[in-house]
């Protein structure tokens, strides 16, 4: 079974300006979530789809960060202007159960994509 | 608010000797929690989970117990291996469950020969 993919790997950008990654969860995963995990932290849950829809946006910094999560399947974050305090790796990880089963799903991750903000 | 504390200073140990990695929450009462395994320039993969209505969970060289009066999760790992060297995460569901995780800093494990 192909495991969660992301790409890219690394990323090095000047401050101000755009970064898009893309996730593409294991097949049938209703739920994808996205990370942002800073060095010597955890890693820190920024938005949580199921199929297509959000179900939790709650630490997204809603004014330069945006994602989507088209039919259900992949996804993209977008920063939109970048900062030096986004130099992180995002995470992309998926799971098989919903948010409403309670079934308590482990998560499974991409290897993440390093981003360096200049 | 919510707080999960995991030891922020490295663990060394000798080969052979068990492990042992400390997890603390406060301010709340997860419904089960579950440990994460990170290797340099990789994701989390998944260990173990435990519900709050068990107290002891094995696999393998893995023990976690989870404690809802002390609010606290041991995670050990027995006959320690260098393969084991890794940095450990414990994941609390938070507040309001949703198949949702909150990550603790996590803990780096070292296992010398």
């Known amino acids: 079974e192909a495991g969660v993919a992301q790409s890219p790997r690394y990323k090095i950008i000047e401050k101000r300006q755009s970064v898009a990654f893309w996730c593409n969860p294991i097949s049938g995963h209703a739920t994808l979530y996205w990370y942002q995990q800073i060095l010597g932290q955890g890693p820190k849950l920024l938005i949580q789809?199921?199929?297509?829809?959000?179900?939790?946006d709650s630490q997204l910094p809603k004014d330069r960060f945006s994602a989507e999560r088209l039919k259900g399947v992949d996804s993209t974050l977008k920063i939109q202007p970048a900062k030096l305090e986004d130099s992180a790796v995002y995470l992309c990880?998926?799971?098989?159960?919903?948010?409403?089963?309670?079934?308590?799903?482990?998560?499974?991750f991409g290897p993440g994509t390093r981003l360096t903000v200049l | 608010s919510q707080k999960i504390e995991q030891n922020s200073e490295a663990l060394n140990i000798q080969e052979g000797k068990t492990a042992t990695l400390t997890c603390n929450y406060t301010?709340?009462?997860?419904?089960?929690l579950q440990w994460y395994r990170q290797d340099p320039g990789r994701g989390p993969v998944f260990l173990l989970l435990i519900r709050e209505n068990e107290k002891e969970k094995r696999k393998e060289r893995l023990k976690v117990t989870f404690d809802t009066t002390l609010k606290q999760s041991l995670f050990h790992i027995t006959a320690s291996q260098p393969a084991d060297s890794a940095t450990y995460l414990c994941a609390p569901d938070p507040t309001g469950g949703g198949n949702k995780l909150t990550f603790g800093t996590g803990t780096q494990l070292k296992v010398e020969l």
């Open positions: 789809f199921q199929n297509n829809g959000v179900v939790d």
């Open positions: 301010n709340y009462s997860p419904a089960y």
């Open positions: 990880a998926s799971s098989p159960g919903t948010s409403g089963e309670g079934g308590y799903n482990e998560q499974f």
